[in-house]
């Protein structure tokens, strides 16, 4: 299945967190169309999401961190996140990322793809 379209928009040098939920997808072969199932324990999946310049781009602009949630209080829970630090260094304005997961059953699903923009900061800490 195609990854779902998701931008980012990241401001320079603040912390970024990006909270979601997955929920199964099925195929109803008699309505023909995509029915919403319930949330999926990501327990043992483990998550990779990089920005780079283009697809076929070589150097990663930047690696999220990607940690699961709790998958009993809150079957599907992840959170993508960014330190202060981490946007603080980036000098690009525009790129292209994606979230994919290693699942426990050892095959890959990218979750989603999209372009992230940094806008400048304007406050920066004095030196």
Do not use: H
């Amino acid at each position: 299945m195609k990854p779902a379209p998701l931008d980012i928009d990241l401001y320079r040098g603040d912390d970024f967190e990006l909270f979601f939920r997955i929920r199964e997808k099925t195929w109803d072969s008699v309505n023909e169309v995509w029915v919403t199932g319930g949330y999926v324990d990501i327990t043992g999946w483990v998550g990779t999401a990089q920005a780079r310049v283009s697809e076929d781009a070589v150097e990663v602009l930047v690696q999220f961190t990607v940690t699961p949630g709790d998958q009993v209080a809150s079957p599907g829970s992840c959170f993508v996140t960014l330190t202060s630090a981490q946007t603080a260094a980036l000098t690009f304005s525009e790129a292209k990322w994606d979230l994919q997961f290693l699942k426990s059953d050892g095959k890959t699903d990218t979750i989603f793809r999209g372009k992230v923009t940094v806008d400048k900061d304007i406050t920066r800490p004095t030196p």
